[in-house]
């Protein structure tokens, strides 16, 4: 018998090389440009940005878009549309832009000046292409595109007069669909920022990082925060890492380790899980992925059914998401038709995918949000638009046998929209196995001398 148990734990091992020889590669950390070769790669995209304007000025039926900002009192548009190299507006900077400059004029000037002669200069632009309507961004709800501070858009209104200040309207979708936009030539290093948000949770979740009955999930946390900084990426927000078992909306501010919770070691047999994104190039990246915690002996194929069958519903409940992301549909009733198909397969679950790309929570339409499964006033009703970049974010509910309890399963991937084929596309994957942190054999396992 000894013999036998003996090898069964050989075999074990055998196979688990095998697959780890021949499973799909591994992600892999993608080193970035220098901060020049950066500046003249970003600085393309926003080129190529600034080209659009005008036809989205058209579309949402605008004739003039102004932006008038202080040094440290930025309209929240202004960083989509700066060089890379500015670091703050300088002065009083002043931006307009028009729909349907006369052939051969420039439809964007700008000014930098603490003088009245900008006040001049743009009243005498205005005055010779004349527009209908000028759009602000002084949006009662939209952050996007609510950016020109109180006190600016006062002053704007006293320089422009009576006659200029009367045309001026806000249309919230300029704002969001320029922040929004995502220009085809970011797409390839987004995608290395999002294999690098991989490669970064892959080391994070195994025993190269974690050992379990020591290692808590601040100290993984903490891990991934100076991991990044090694690689001179950066990130939006602090990484959550939790230990699966009660909902993770329970007391959402009291049981959340950043308010006060201590932190907690990870054992055997733990599901664990992480929030997360990285910053770069202009970019970020949103993703939650879940690993288990092998006792020693164990293999991949020890993780309890349950678990699996629960990170299985959480994938079809992605691949319901992103079918009912229909562009030109709100954002209500993308999470609408979502809800209905996703309770008609009897799956239980949460949807809350917002846009990312410039910010983390960046500008468009909200697919629900963790506390709004009815619908989002105001985010909700703008509707999606394409060539974007989305975190298609959600969890299910899903009774674990093994646990004789009803656990939450969590997962969110970025997506891209792919104008060829009109359909989303996952930026880099979606997660279809659990990371594992392995352990070696115990001595429970020794082969005794013969």
């Known amino acids: 018998m000894v013999l036998l148990h003996a090898l069964r734990n050989i075999v074990i091992v055998l196979l688990t090389i095998y697959r780890d020889v021949h499973a799909t590669p591994e992600p892999q950390y993608q080193t970035l440009p220098s901060l020049k070769e950066q500046a003249i790669i970003q600085d393309s995209w926003t080129r190529e940005r600034l080209s659009l304007v005008p036809g989205i000025l058209r579309k949402w039926g605008v004739d003039a878009w102004l932006m008038s900002q202080r040094e440290y009192a930025e309209d929240t548009a202004f960083w989509s549309l700066k060089s890379a190299i500015q670091f703050s507006a300088r002065r ?102 999002q294999e690098t948000a991989w490669a970064m949770i892959t080391e994070g979740f195994s025993e190269a990082v974690i050992e379990p009955g020591i290692t808590t999930t601040e100290d993984v946390e903490w891990w991934h925060r100076e991991k990044m900084q090694q690689l001179n990426y950066t990130t939006w927000f602090h990484p959550t890492v939790s230990i699966l078992g009660k909902s993770l909306f329970e007391g ?135 060539n974007t970049y989305y975190s298609v974010e959600l969890s299910i509910e899903h009774f674990v046998p093994e646990k004789n309890a009803t656990m939450d399963f969590y997962l969110e991937e970025d997506v891209h929209w792919v104008e060829a084929e009109k359909k989303w596309e996952w930026v880099y994957g979606s997660q279809e196995k659990f990371h594992l942190i392995r352990s070696e054999l115990s001595e429970t396992f020794r082969v005794q001398d013969l």
């Open 252 to 386: 959402i501010v009291k049981d959340n380790p950043h308010f006060g919770e201590n932190a907690k070691v990870i054992q055997y047999g733990d599901l664990l899980h992480v929030d997360f994104g990285v910053t770069a190039m202009g970019m970020n990246t949103d993703t939650q992925h879940m690993a288990y915690v092998l006792r020693p002996g164990e293999t991949e194929d020890d993780i309890p059914q349950g678990y699996l069958d629960g990170l299985k519903k959480a994938n079809r409940l992605q691949d319901i998401v992103k079918s009912n992301m229909k562009i030109g549909s709100t954002g209500n009733d993308i999470l609408k038709n979502s809800l209905r198909q996703m309770r008609s397969e009897g799956i239980e679950g949460r949807i809350y995918c917002h846009p990312i790309g410039d910010w983390g929570h960046s500008a468009g339409t909200l697919l629900g949000m963790t506390n709004l499964q009815g619908g989002v006033p105001v985010l909700g009703d703008m509707p999606l638009l394409k």
């Open 92 to 193: 009083r900077t002043v931006v307009l832009f028009l729909a349907n400059p006369p052939d051969g004029e420039s439809s964007l000037y700008s000014w930098i000046d603490n003088t009245s002669e900008v006040w001049r200069e743009l009243r005498g632009l205005l005055q010779i292409y004349d527009p209908n309507s000028i759009a602000v961004n002084a949006d009662d709800d939209v952050s996007f595109s609510s950016g020109m501070h109180a006190g600016e858009l006062v002053k704007v209104k006293k320089e422009l007069g009576k006659d200029l200040s009367r045309r001026m309207v806000v249309e919230p979708m300029v704002a969001v669909e320029v922040i929004a936009t995502m220009v085809d030539g970011k797409l390839a290093w987004y995608r290395k920022l």
